[in-house]
């Protein structure tokens, strides 16, 4: 079975700092792998997917991912924090075994920005 | 733009009351999906629809039901809202036709429902 675990529950940057969220996960398939972002009561936006092609995925807002399978995990980058970048990330994996795209969320990291 | 939207934002109920939370699609996606989000937790699923096919999930209780009388349209109903059914309501779509588990869910901006 799939899971996710997100090492940090809250991380705090300074802005213009670098951003780590740290993410591994556990799959017995090649998994596909994303990044939400979710901001104070709005809906979940995706930052970036990755699905067995480069393993080192660019998405939006300057954030990179890189898939290490040595490793299990999928860590979220950014060279400079903003202040728009405070927000609730989540890594997730996809469940293989569902009808339709069951996604497994891990349980989230909170990011603080602070000027 | 092509998009996933939720109606109403904010929605305030009745403890017992039905209500039904609405989620529209102009992606002509196949699958729409909603999920409950509790604060400060992830986001969990209750129910998918592929197509017509409609999948439970196997924890979501009885009080949740879901209608899709068409492509672009799907409704979540709770028939007798608790106050543990309070939370944020999120619906997702995905195209459906990408290999299995490389779909991306596209989500709305939520329904926050308040059970008084």
């Known amino acids: 079975a799939q899971s996710v675990t997100q090492l940090d529950s809250h991380v705090s940057v300074s802005e213009g700092t670098p951003v780590l969220l740290r993410c591994n996960y556990s799959?017995?398939?090649?998994?596909?792998l994303f990044w939400y972002v979710q901001h104070p009561n709005k809906g979940l936006q995706l930052l970036l997917k990755?699905?067995?092609?480069?393993?080192l995925v660019k998405g939006i807002n300057g954030f990179e991912a890189e898939f290490k399978k040595s490793e299990t995990s999928f860590h979220l980058t950014k060279p400079s924090a903003h202040m728009s970048d405070a927000a609730e990330y989540f890594c997730?994996?996809?469940?293989?075994?569902?009808?339709?795209?069951?996604?497994?969320f891990g349980k989230g990291t909170t990011l603080s920005v602070s000027s | 733009d092509a998009m996933v939207i939720q109606n109403p934002r904010y929605q305030v109920t009745q403890f017992g009351k039905p209500v039904t939370l609405s989620c529209s699609q102009t992606?002509?996606?196949?699958?729409m999906y909603w999920y409950q989000q509790k604060s400060s937790q992830a986001p969990k699923l209750l129910f998918h629809?592929?197509?017509?096919?409609?999948?439970n999930e196997a924890d979501t209780p009885d009080n949740f039901q879901s209608r899709r009388p068409n492509t672009s349209f799907c409704f979540l109903d709770i028939r007798s809202p608790g106050l543990g059914d309070a939370a944020m309501y999120l619906c997702?779509?995905?195209?459906?036709?990408?290999?299995?588990?490389?779909?991306?869910?596209?989500f709305g901006p939520g329904t926050r429902l308040t059970v008084l």
């Open positions: 997702a779509t995905s195209r459906g036709s990408s290999g299995r588990g490389t779909d991306t869910q596209y």
């Open positions: 799959s017995s398939y090649s998994p596909s």
């Open positions: 990755y699905t067995s092609a480069a393993t």
């Open positions: 997730v994996v996809s469940d293989l075994n569902q009808a339709g795209t069951a996604l497994i």
């Open positions: 992606l002509n996606h196949n699958v």
């Open positions: 629809y592929y197509d017509k096919d409609f999948n």
